[in-house]
């Protein structure tokens, strides 16, 4: 089947490696493949030679300080990308939450979005903070993703694996239940490989009927278009392949008016 990959990165994103918006232009004008540019939304935030600050120390400053060209940045960006849109592509954004709820995104431009993916990066106190404050503070921002129109939560249990947390079922099990209720798909992402998490998660989703969304995460061209964890994760889960056209996130329909 086809699949819609919600979550691609241009040169905007500070950690992509060969990619550029010209590239996903070029190729939506030859393929019909649908897919989303998702651009993280803390490196358009912050100013330009301070990309990582969001997940450093002084992130919560630096966001005041630079507020207002923050949310400039976010405007050119949507601009930027609606401009260059062609075929299947859609405009969206990869979209950080700060701990305490503040979003890293103009908010009145969330709706102007084709697709918004929701990421809790930076987890906090992954490292050494005892595991209900870090399950707390990881609880509060998925629902505030939600909150603010995320159809899609990216790498769900990326950051834990990266920092050897172990993720407890409980999380797993309340995320797909708080997904479900919210309308809300989980994200399969390949960019970084999770099977320990991503087999069970498939199998709680498939059986509460929550959307698995489909994410390459591409930052190097080669990611584009390549599904193989993908397939090969929803097999391991035993998710009949029948069913993946009904489990799976379809492309989200836009309508514009121009
Ligand atoms: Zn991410
Ligand atoms: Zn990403």
């Keep these: ?27 939506a004008e030859k393929n019909d493949c649908a897919f989303c540019i998702t651009d993280h939304s803390a490196h358009l935030f912050y100013p330009p030679g301070q990309a990582w600050a969001f997940w450093g120390d002084d992130a ?3 966001f005041d300080e630079s507020y207002a060209d923050g949310l400039i940045r976010c405007a050119e960006y949507v601009e930027w990308v609606r401009k260059a849109q062609t075929g299947n592509m859609l405009v969206g954004v990869e979209l950080d939450v700060m701990p305490d709820g503040r979003l890293v995104f103009d908010p009145a431009l969330l709706p102007e979005l084709d697709f918004i993916l929701g990421a809790v990066h ?10 209900d404050e870090v399950i707390d503070g990881y609880k509060s921002r998925t629902l505030r993703l939600f909150e603010a129109g995320a159809r899609a939560l990216a790498h769900p249990f990326r950051e834990w694996k990266q920092k050897e947390r172990t993720v407890p079922e409980s999380l797993l099990e309340w995320l797909v239940e708080t997904a479900k209720d919210a309308g809300v798909a989980l994200e399969l ?8 998490y991503d087999v069970p998660m498939l199998r709680l989703c498939a059986e509460a009927g929550v959307p698995i969304a489909i994410g390459t995460d591409t930052h190097r061209s080669y990611e584009f278009g390549d599904f193989t964890y993908h397939i090969e994760m929803l097999r391991q889960a035993g998710i009949a392949e029948d069913t993946w056209p009904t489990i799976l996130m379809p492309a989200p329909v836009v309508v514009r008016s121009d």
């Design 1 to 27: 089947m086809e699949f819609f990959d919600c979550h691609c990165h241009t040169e905007l994103s500070a950690c992509a490696e060969d990619v550029s918006l010209q590239m996903y232009t070029e190729i």
């Design 60 to 62: 919560e400053s630096i």
């Design 122 to 131: 930076g987890v906090r106190g992954l490292e050494d903070r005892p595991l």
């Design 189 to 196: 992402n390949c960019h970084f490989h999770v099977p320990e």
